[in-house]
């Protein structure tokens, strides 16, 4: 377990985020297969930003950056089905078919061209360096062995690249979440909050 610091008031920072988001209320017709898929996407994008916390609170950031790409794609996959999806591609995918998504990549650009959401492209991480971390490749490896000597000071980045980007995401499909689904008033709430979060960040040390 973390001991006090900078990582874990971020992580805990964090946390304190996550647990406002989720106060919102949705209004999902809970009979829409449509709308059933979304609020599972929904749930899961809280359940990754929560173990990626978890894991950091151990320690374990390469762990943590594997599960930052699953909770990257939920939220691009949850908007994309809300904004770009045509109505065969949702029968196709509530009807758990295989291969009911697109690749992440045609999804990303349909996000840019039709929802008008560059963030999706410019302001995350690229998928392809997760991905590394994900199936423990030569990026992962070699960069272990290249961090041993600064293992604090490289923790502490890669902690706080976790957090950041995971906050991003969940405040971005959040408030869009709920200005369409939910209460806007607890949008603009998190919209507040979030602003305040990133001021409030506690950033490592350059290594």
Sequence with gaps: MLKDGRPKRNIQKSASFRILAAGGKL??????????????????????????????????????????????????????????????????????????????SRIITDLVRNSKIPEFKTQLPDLAILNDFTHSGAIHIIRRFQRVGKKEACFEEDAFLCVYYADYVLFLVGTLFYMAYGEAEHAETMKDRYFELISSYERPTPT
Excluded: N
């Excluded at 978890?54 to 990257?72: E, H, K, P, T």
């Excluded at 939220?75 to 078919?97: E, H, N, P």
């Design 27 to 104: 209004k999902l017709k809970s009979p829409d297969p449509k709308h059933f898929y979304m609020a599972g996407l929904f749930d899961t994008l809280f359940e990754h930003h929560r173990a990626i916390g978890a894991l950091l609170m151990f320690g374990l950031a390469s762990s943590a950056l594997a599960l930052l790409r699953s909770l990257i794609e939920t939220g691009y996959r949850l908007i994309w089905m809300d904004t770009c999806a045509s109505d065969q591609a949702v029968k196709r995918i509530t009807s758990f078919s295989q291969r009911s998504f697109p690749d992440i």
